[in-house]
Every structure is written in C-alpha cells, then in structure tokens.
C-alpha cells in the first residue's frame, strides 16, 4: 500500500524527541557557544517532563490494576466502580497528550459500513459490551489494486487509513455470547497499527465471519448447475431405478422390478456420484471460510502492537515524546527568531518549517507548547507579547526546578 500525497494536518510531530533537536540545530541560527547550551536545555527538559510522567504512570497502574484481566498479583482490597470510570478519564487525558482523537459514534458506524477490503462480511455483537472507546493518531488517504473478478478488471481503491488506533473495551455483566473467554465485566486494552477505516470490525473480539452475498452465488451457482448435470447424467438413472423399487415395495405399482448385479452396481456408482459431488461442494464451503479466517489472522497479527497495561505503558512513553518535542520547537524558534513574539506568528512559523523544510504537514498544538514553557519558566509572557529567557537562564531554572523535587536535605 502506497501512501499518496493528500494527507490531512498531524495533531502529532512525526519526528523523535532527538531528531527534533539535530533539526533544529541544522538551521545554523546559534553559535557553537549556543548549541551546547540549547542541547543542555533539552536535556533537562526531557529529564523534568520523565519525571513527571513517572507520576501518570504510577496512578495509571494502581487505577488499572483491579481492572487488569493480566494481573498476576493478588488483590486485598475490593474497589468501586469509581475505579473505573478514574481509569477511563486517566486514559482519555493520556491520550490526548498523547495527540490521539477519539473516534466518534457516527464515525465508527460509517466505518462498519464500509465494505472491507479484505473482502469479508464482518458482524460485531455489541450487546457483548458495556462500554466501546476507539480513538485514532494520523490519518491518511492511501491506494491499493483490487484483484477484481478472478484476476481481471483490475481497479485501484483508495480508502482512509489510521496509523495509530487504541481500543478500549468493557465486556458487559451479562454478556449473552462468552469472546474469547473473556470475563464479564472485564475490560480488554488492545493497540494496532495501520488500520483501514473500512476494517475497523477486526479489532473487536466477538467479529464473526460471515459470507458475501457474492460469495454465497459463486458457490451455490456452480453447485446449482453442477447437481443439475450430475443428476441428468450420473444419478439420474439410478434415482429412477430406486424409485421404481420403493414404488413396488410399497405397493404404489405392482410391476416387479428385476434387480440383478448390473443394477445394483449401477445404482451404488450414482449414489456414489451423488455423495462424492455434495462432500465437495462442502469442502470448498469450508476451505474458503478457512481462507477467510486465515486473512484475519494474518491481518491481525501484524497490526497488533500491544495489550491492556503495555498500552498504556506505549502511550506514556508517545505522550512524553509529544510534550517534550512542543516544548522543544516552541523555545527554539522564541530563542532563535526574536522577531517572533506571538503565539499566532510562533504556531505560523513552526508549522511552516515543518512543512516546507521537513515536508511534514503538521497542526502544532501552540497553546499546549506555550502554557508548559510558561510553566517552566523559560518563556515570560506579557500581554500578548512573548520573550523566551536566554539559554543560560533557561537551564538554570530547568535545574532548580529539577533540585527541588525533593527538599528533604535542604534544611
């Protein structure tokens, strides 16, 4: 699958935190004095911004962990419901520091009513959850070749495909099917990547396969018109012979039927014929459903990237990236062009950059950048004016903000 160009604007920076900073040390805008101390600024940066996910990490694991369907540890406390829902409002916030968008509920059902493109007839039972979340990180419009009917009319389709798709799932109380094994009441994490909007239904536990109209005719067709020969020719004959004899035996008609060696060998061989075409009409029924499970399989088993606790573990370490990156940009463009001192023209020049210098089309989150560097005191903000403090200052309150986690030597 090939990307093509049309690509709607990234809520995230395609970039790591490292190759963020190596880029903007490339634009030859600070001296040699300059770029050890703005390396010196990330640096620190990226130790403060640890250290506060360290604390979301640590909430999100004791939140989770009576809800952990993975949990090997035992429980000695019995939590409320208000676990849960502390969870779920844990998560959504992560998320969306992480730059992830929640999936609507019309977004979603006009994905499940896509035709797939795995060319499968997908059905989910929603009565088996209580609660549904999905939410998605960079989207794109791609195209793939279709193999049309039997290898020909070969035609290209283009179909909207997410990077990134986190599910969150809570099984119903009474569920009235048993996915999986899955506990009522249990709650399933999963990741995947590389999703197509119209294949949305494979991430769901409970889907079940079904045949295509499609290829319900393509199978009952040559059955149909199959049977119709092999009745004609082959078993037609031995069907008629089988019929005169239940006939005579049950006195339908009283002319006797000679049964001699030929006759029985005749109609054993139909009934053969009969038996032989039906096996393998089922057959091919079952190799093709066979073929269709083993799609999903495969499909599944590459897009999958993690589960329950690992998710969020993974969403942790994208939301540090995504913080620590923002800040990263918006100090170094407040430090390096002092004719900047808005946040509009900051949010025009950063996106800009990254666009034309890096062809990366990106929808920088200006607001959230400026009220951590504000924060932090490295950006002093007056009105509608903005000044970044000088690189020396910089690191000197990122270190005193470090020193004073702890202050229990301090007296």
């Known amino acids: 699958m090939a990307a093509t160009p049309e690509r709607p604007a990234l809520r995230y920076i395609p970039f790591r935190k490292r190759d963020v900073v190596e880029m903007c040390l490339t634009e030859g805008s600070l001296s040699a004095v300059e770029k050890m101390q703005f390396r010196d600024v990330c640096q620190l940066l990226q130790s403060v911004f640890h250290f506060d996910f360290h604390q979301v990490l640590e909430d999100l694991k004791d939140t989770y962990a009576p809800l952990n369907p993975d949990r090997d540890t035992r429980k000695i406390a019995a939590f409320g419901s208000h676990r849960q829902t502390e969870f779920v409002d844990q998560l959504q916030t992560l998320l969306n520091d992480a730059n992830y968008e929640r999936l609507t509920d019309e977004a979603l059902a006009q994905a499940l009513n896509e035709s797939s493109l795995f060319k499968l007839k997908l059905d989910i039972d929603f009565d088996d959850f209580s609660d549904v979340l999905l939410f998605t990180r960079g989207e794109s419009q791609r195209e793939e070749m279709d193999n049309g009917f039997f290898g020909r009319m070969r035609r290209k389709l283009s179909f909207t495909n997410y990077d990134r798709v986190v599910i969150y799932i809570r099984f119903s109380d009474n569920m009235p099917n048993n996915p999986q094994g899955f506990r009522p009441g249990s709650i399933m994490l999963k990741m995947f990547q590389n999703v197509p909007q119209a294949d949305m239904e494979i991430l769901f536990p ?174 002093k903000q007056q009105g509608d004016t903005l000044l970044a403090v000088d690189l020396t200052l910089a690191c000197k309150q990122l270190d005193r903000r470090w020193d004073n986690y702890f202050t229990y030597s301090s007296g």
């Open 206 to 379: 409970n889907t079940q396969v079904r045949m295509r109209l499609l290829d319900k005719l393509m199978i009952g067709v040559p059955v149909f018109v199959g049977g119709g020969i092999v009745l004609s020719t082959k078993v037609g004959a031995s069907l008629l012979l089988l019929g005169t004899l239940i006939g005579y035996y049950t006195g339908i008609h009283s002319q006797a039927v000679a049964i001699n060696e030929a006759v029985i060998i005749g109609l054993i061989a139909g009934m053969g014929a009969l038996g032989s075409f039906i096996w393998k009409q089922f057959v091919n029924f079952k190799n093709r459903k066979l073929t269709f499970m083993q799609t999903l399989t495969q499909s599944l088993y590459f897009k999958n990237l993690d589960n329950n606790s690992g998710v969020f573990h993974r969403l942790l370490d994208d939301a540090e990236e995504e913080e620590c990156k923002e800040a990263i940009l918006a100090y170094y463009f407040l430090t390096a062009m002092p004719n900047i001192t808005t946040a509009a023209a900051l949010d025009e020049a950063i996106e800009a950059w990254l666009s034309t210098r890096w062809q990366s089309n990106v929808d920088f989150e200006i607001n959230d950048a400026l009220r951590k560097l504000i924060d932090l005191g490295l950006v």
